[in-house]
């Protein structure tokens, strides 16, 4: 939990920057008054900070498996320090995917890096929602790749960060093509206040999301998914 004084206090996930793992690392997409803020500090301003609350990505499940990741646009950013478990090697999963969905070329987070990543094994696909005249890459919904994406269903264990819909409708392509619902993980977005499960803000079901998630398995909370077509 980040806290800016006198403006109030908003989850953002650690982050990683393999060029400088001294520090923590965020990646705050201005969205409103905290992220604004956040995003406009300067060197040498303080924030507070608490932390880390909560569960991360089952990482102890991924040796021996396809390991297919998900991402939709800032939530690349939760992601990022999978991908470099794998690439430090931290984990050893067969195969990587990351399957990477954008609203616009610009939006693309970590743009420089990811061919980087892609030298380093990492087998990355990024689509946009809508291109511009510079970009000759994959448009449409992130789902649409899942179909051609090669990984081996029945040994897969997959983890998606982005909008709760992107989400939901991706989980579902992902078991469309054989991935059980049970190795389905996904990284839940509801507003936290306390970030410790008291003040009930952020409860999901029988769950809150600060304690109990933020990752939480697909099985486990499918019914509760918002129901919005895309
Ligand atoms: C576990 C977790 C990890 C996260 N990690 C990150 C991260 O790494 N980086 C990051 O940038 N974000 C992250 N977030 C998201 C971030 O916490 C939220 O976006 C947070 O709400 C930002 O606070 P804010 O005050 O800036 O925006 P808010 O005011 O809370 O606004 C957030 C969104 O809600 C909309 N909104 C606000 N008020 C209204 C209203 N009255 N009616 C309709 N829409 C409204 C805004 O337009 C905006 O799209 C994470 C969230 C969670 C739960």
Redesign the pocket.
Known sequence: MLYVFGV?E????C?YDEADTDHLN???????????ALTQLKPGDMVGIRGPF?QGWPMDGVDGCDLVLMAGG?GL??IRPVLHAVLEQQVQPVRTQLMYGARDPGDILYANKLPDWAQLGIDIQTIVDRSDAKWSGQVGLVTSLVTQADFEPKNTIAFLCGPEVMMRFSAYALVDRGVSSDRIWL??????KCAIGHCGH?QFGKDF?CRD??VLRFDQIQSQLVTREI
């Open positions: 109030g908003a989850a953002i996930s982050c965020f990646t705050v997409r201005s969205a409103g008054a905290i992220s604004n909560g800032v950013a939760p990284s839940m977005e509801r507003n936290m952020c999301i998630g933020p």
